[in-house]
């Protein structure tokens, strides 16, 4: 188990260490790799199996030659043995041998030999046994007819394996110059397959450093054509996407300039306020309350009494004025519908412009900070439509349902030329800005004198809800 264990461990660290050094070749490499390795595999399998059967056929052939040439002489050999000459037959014998050895016959006759059934030697050529015997020889034996003796046949298969080693040298040659010939046609597929890749690599490389400029020629309509053609969809895309981030992140930081300069202008005009308005009153009230320690006189006490009673009464209703200025304390004391009303009963009488109010479920209350946003979006697209839009009518419709809060602001007005307005309405961006805090979105739809309408549309969990005469929780 032990053992077994550590050859798992060690054909597992063989086969990561073999897939490390495969993966870390290029494509190129990879490609010129396997077509010279199916071409080497193939041809080293073609060779040994030609070496193989062009062997075994010589063989047979050669058998068959000297079964042939038995047959041949077996009427001579017949009358020789039965004459008992022992010097006639060695003479036949070493004749025919060196005829058929000669360079006219595709045969070598190492010896030729006539024997009895019993085993003793009747004839013989070569006469003599080379030293260590026969080797790579085919013996053929055939019986002589009426003697009761057998010839004896060994021919070499030098020429069959000199033959066998000059094809397989061919078949060596032909094999290198397939190779040469696949590696030249491989390279110049890789070439063209790749040439593709390494142009994506490196237009890849400059997009990660924000150059979204990167376009490819499409090569052909393969795979890697449609390749390129989705790198270029998607570096267009990417493009576009950072030129409209940095168009919101201009705006944004022009939004926030402006918002930064719109908030220090409202401090300076309720310091403005303060010290015009509410700092004389209390001035006044403070002169007042001077005058009145030095009057004696009850019924010149009770006038002046009144009278800083209306100093402190108006007093009170600007500061009133002010604090709603800054937030409207109903949209937390009684919530945004209850405000939203009150606002627009004021935006009435300012502007002389009628709006229409319909609410469809909001029985209950939303986060705080949705319903600021929703009291300031629907104040700024109001503010707008007093602004720009030359409108008598308007209307607001606040609709949420399950998990969704619609706002819809539409006015009768001029309308708006959205590509020139695009990007440069600074109200229109601070909606937009608000809506994303939730991942809203704000949709326009308006045609030059056909009014215009704003919608925007905010998720909301029913989770962060609140009851409608409850108190608001973070």
């Known amino acids: 188990m032990q053992s077994n264990g550590i050859n798992r461990v060690l054909q597992s660290r063989l086969f990561q260490r073999f897939w490390d050094v495969a993966g870390a070749a290029s494509i190129r490499v990879k490609v010129l790799g396997i077509v010279l390795g199916v071409i080497v595999l ?13 062997g075994d056929t010589l063989r047979h052939e050669l058998e068959h030659q000297g079964e042939a040439l038995n047959e041949q002489y077996l ?31 595709n045969t070598i006759v190492d010896y030729v030999l006539i024997a009895s059934d019993g085993g003793d030697l009747l004839a013989r050529a070569p006469v003599a046994v080379p030293d260590g015997g026969y080797t790579d020889i085919i013996t053929i034996t055939t019986p002589i007819p009426d003697t009761g003796a057998y010839i004896e046949l060994g021919l070499s298969e030098r020429n069959v394996w000199e033959t066998v080693s000059v094809v397989t040298i061919q078949l060596i040659l032909i094999t290198m110059l397939m190779i040469a010939v696949g590696f030249a046609a491989a390279f110049f597929l890789t070439w063209i397959l790749t040439r593709p890749i390494y142009d994506l690599v490196a237009a890849t490389e400059a997009v990660t450093r924000g150059d979204f400029s990167q376009r490819l020629p499409r090569w052909a309509n393969d795979e890697i054509g449609q390749l390129t053609v989705a790198f270029n969809q998607m570096t267009e895309s990417l493009g576009q996407a950072a030129r409209e981030r940095d168009e919101r992140d201009r705006m944004r930081a022009q939004y926030v300039s402006n918002v930064i300069t719109a908030q220090e202008d409202e401090r300076k005009r309720i310091a ?33 009494i009144d009278s800083l009673r209306e100093v402190v009464g108006r007093t009170l209703d600007e500061v009133r004025v002010m604090a709603w200025q800054l937030r409207p304390s109903m949209l937390d004391d009684l919530g945004l519908t209850s405000a939203l ?26 986060p705080v900070e949705m319903e600021t946003s929703i009291y300031r979006i629907i104040q700024e697209s109001l503010t707008n439509i007093a602004r720009h839009a030359q409108a008598s009518t308007a209307s607001v419709m606040i609709d949420r349902r399950r998990s969704t809060v619609r706002l819809i602001v539409e006015d009768n007005g001029v309308g708006l030329d959205l590509q020139a307005v695009s990007g440069k309405s ?16 704000l949709t326009i739809e308006s045609q030059p004198g056909q009014g215009t309408s704003l919608f925007v549309e905010l998720p ?8 409608k005469n409850g108190q608001n929780h973070e």
């Not at 193939?42 to 062009?54: C, K």
């Not at 009963?345 to 109010?357: E, L, N, S, T």
């Open 42 to 54: 193939l041809s080293l399998f073609v060779t040994l199996q030609m070496r193989a059967v062009l």
């Open 75 to 105: 009427n001579d050999l017949s009358r020789l043995v039965q004459a008992g000459d022992r010097r006639v037959l060695d003479g036949f014998l070493a004749t025919w041998r060196e005829h058929y050895s000669s360079g006219g016959h």
């Open 272 to 304: 403005r306020e303060l010290h015009d308005s509410t700092g004389q009153s209390l001035t006044s009230l403070l002169v007042g309350l001077k005058n009145l320690k030095e009057t004696g006189d009850p019924a010149e006490i009770g006038v002046r």
């Open 341 to 366: 009303q009150r606002y627009i009963d004021d935006y009435q009488q300012r502007y002389a412009i009628k709006v229409d109010f319909v609410f469809n479920g909001m029985d209950e209350r939303l």
């Open 426 to 441: 600074l109200g229109l961006q601070g909606i937009r800005e608000r809506a994303a805090l939730f991942n809203g979105r």
């Open 460 to 467: 909301c969990d029913d989770t962060l809800t609140h009851p």
